[in-house]
């Protein structure tokens, strides 16, 4: 039998949760099922996946306070995959910021978000072409002297990994592309998340409110 | 579930046990305003501990009226304003006689009297006035309290009409105890006395009748949204669903479902379809929409930076949507993706699936679609346009027009169809 790793699914909608798992199929082991913070909370922190599929929004709060729920309760094992309907910023980047290891949309197909969560319980980023976007708009607002470069800009390489993503290019496809191994495609896709993650750049925090303006 | 109602019992029960909670006016055992009997109730001691507790502070230069008087201003503010519980339902020991109480409530009147007179900070004879007018009030606002709405229409009456008695009476002594208003005309006096009296004692049926205004204004008001999404939901998801439910044909089911999806976030967002309209980013969902809709392929689009649309803009866009087409009719992919990128010289914009791809050296001299509609459509905007596909390798269109084509005064640089762009060298291979 392949590997099929354990799953616990946070989403207020049964619809959805349902949805998921008939689509995953025997690709994952689902342990359990929570709709809220606090309940998702304490299903993690008992049940120990090793991914957990996340929605954004929830009645009582955000993926985000579900992320950081965990990390306290001693759950640092855990790895996070945002699956969301919202498409809109700052909530992308905030589940981000706050731990997760990937961000796709509810419309991708059973068979791209089996691979996702196989690639989230293998420590890999995953990156959707639309998180790929975010991250070249946040990282491509213009700063005058970035405090830390080594942090607060992406490597040519990075963004031109991140363009192909963008783009629609798998892994494997951009380890082509760029003829460089697929280890070292990851790599630098766990290199930008981290840099989501870490960098203090203001235009991180507020650029999503202001691209509002254009 | 049992523990986690919110009854007035179970938090009383609850305060008493587990953590302290705001003591509630007690109006079935109160005496003057349930002040004395709700601390009573709150620390599990005999009412009359509390009773005895306040007329011997009084007895300190009228201290205890004071207190009184602030602790039930805040309860019932408390109580107003939903923090302390309501006490209600059946009581042990509610069955007194109302002989008993009107005695009880003399005794401590004249206890309040006695005490005030002698040592009121006030004067003495203010002190009994605040005793009366305190007493009073407490007897003519019971009358109105839910409470007391099972008790007898005479009896309520002979209460509030003590009550407003004890008020004015108390009002009169105190005011006649100034200075300045006991030398003055005695019809002045009565007539503050009479306007204050009725203000104080009318005050919670006043207080009461503009909340219920206020609380079913509110109520029409969340009735009538809920009315307007109820019908809104009615004539749009609910219709596509039940049309869901009898299309055989799975990809129709999908068209629905995605075009119900995109209408539901429209109106959630009013402001979405007009913020979005006049942008490269509105036009591009706009243009993905009408593909899925009439081919059924997802179209993924992602957008950087954003810019208004003119007339290059609206060039490019047709490009865009027939390279969509094309991936969407022939190549026989699942999904195609969308990325366009903004920045300060020019737009970028990628159109890719990941079907069956082709030979571009070998393309149909027919097939128009690519070299007029997508190539020589790009040429005269100003900007350019490449095909990159290889059999079974998938197809990627790229567009390219330089901004500055769009504000003539910096001249514009035209990017020719040949310029190779960046990072394509490998695709020589």
């Known amino acids: 039998m392949t590997y099929a790793p354990t799953v616990v699914l946070v989403d207020d909608h049964d619809i959805v949760r349902a949805g998921v798992t008939a689509e995953l199929g025997d690709r994952v082991q689902v342990l359990g099922e929570a709709g809220d913070v606090g309940g998702a909370v304490a299903l993690i922190l008992d049940r120990r996946p090793e991914v957990v599929l996340l929605d954004v929004h929830l009645p009582s709060g955000t993926g985000a306070d579900v992320i950081r729920g965990v990390r306290a309760g001693g759950g640092t094992d855990v790895r996070f995959l945002a699956l969301s309907v919202s498409d809109s910023p700052d909530d992308v980047i905030a589940v981000i910021r706050a731990g997760a290891r990937g961000y796709v949309t509810k419309s991708i197909s059973g068979e791209d978000l089996g691979d996702a969560v196989l690639r989230v319980a293998e420590g890999d980023a995953v990156f959707s072409p639309r998180l790929a976007g975010f991250v070249i708009d946040a990282f491509s607002a213009s700063l005058p002297a970035p405090a830390d470069p080594e942090l607060d800009l992406l490597s040519p390489r990075e963004q031109e990994v991140m363009r192909l993503l963008a783009r629609g290019y798998a892994y494997k496809e951009i380890a082509r592309r760029l003829t460089i191994s697929i280890k070292t495609v990851e790599t630098h896709a766990s290199n930008v998340l981290r840099k989501l993650q870490v960098s203090n750049r203001h235009e991180l925090t507020s650029w999503a409110t202001k691209r509002r303006i254009v | ?429």
């Open chain 2, 1 to 429: 579930m049992p523990g986690t109602s919110t009854t007035p019992e179970s938090r009383r029960t609850a305060g008493r046990n587990r953590d302290w909670c705001l003591p509630a006016l007690d109006n079935d055992r109160a005496l003057v305003a349930g002040v004395a009997s709700g601390i009573a109730a709150e620390l599990g001691v005999p009412a009359s501990w509390i009773r005895t507790s306040f007329v011997l502070l009084f007895a300190i230069d009228g201290w205890g009226a004071l207190v009184y008087g602030g602790l039930w201003a805040f309860l019932l503010w408390a109580r107003l304003a939903d923090i302390a519980p309501v006490r209600t339902g059946p009581v042990p020991g509610r069955g007194r006689s109302s002989g008993h109480r009107f005695l009880s409530i003399a005794l401590i009147t004249a206890g309040l009297a006695i005490a005030g007179l002698s040592l009121a900070p006030f004067g003495p004879v203010a002190g009994i006035g605040v005793g009366l007018v305190i007493v009073g009030l407490g007897l003519a606002w019971r009358t109105s309290s839910t409470a007391q709405a099972a008790l007898p229409g005479r009896a309520r009456i002979h209460q509030l009409l003590g009550g407003v008695g004890l008020v004015v009476g108390g009002l009169f002594i105190l005011l006649t105890s100034f200075e300045p208003l006991a030398t003055g005309t005695f019809v002045v006096g009565a007539v503050l006395i009479a306007l204050v009296g009725t203000i104080v004692v009318s005050g919670p049926w006043l207080y009461q009748v503009l909340r219920d205004f206020d609380s079913e204004r509110q109520a029409r008001i969340r009735s009538d949204e809920r009315a307007e999404v109820a019908a809104h939901l009615h004539d749009s998801v609910l219709q596509t669903l039940a049309l869901i439910q009898k299309v055989e044909d799975r990809q129709a089911a999908i068209n629905l479902a995605r075009r119900q999806e995109r209408e539901l976030r429209n109106w959630l967002d009013p402001g979405r379809a007009s913020r979005l309209g006049g942008s490269i980013r509105g036009r591009l969902d706009q243009m993905a929409s009408d593909v899925e809709e009439l081919h059924g392929i997802p179209v993924e689009v992602v957008t950087v930076g954003d810019v208004l649309v003119d007339e290059p803009i609206i060039a490019l866009l047709n490009a865009t949507r027939e390279a969509c087409v094309n991936a969407a009719r022939h190549s026989g992919t699942k999904r195609i993706d969308v990325f366009a990128e903004v920045d300060d010289d020019d737009v970028t914009l990628f159109v890719r699936d990941t079907g069956d791809g082709f030979d571009p050296t070998t393309v149909d001299p027919d097939r128009r679609g690519l070299r007029e509609s997508i190539v020589g459509r790009m040429e005269r905007a100003g900007g350019g346009a490449m095909i990159y596909s290889e059999p079974g390798q998938g197809t990627e269109v790229e567009l390219t027009i330089p901004r500055s084509a769009l504000e003539p005064s910096k001249g514009a640089a035209v990017i020719s169809a040949e310029t190779s762009p960046p990072s394509r060298e490998d695709r020589s291979q």
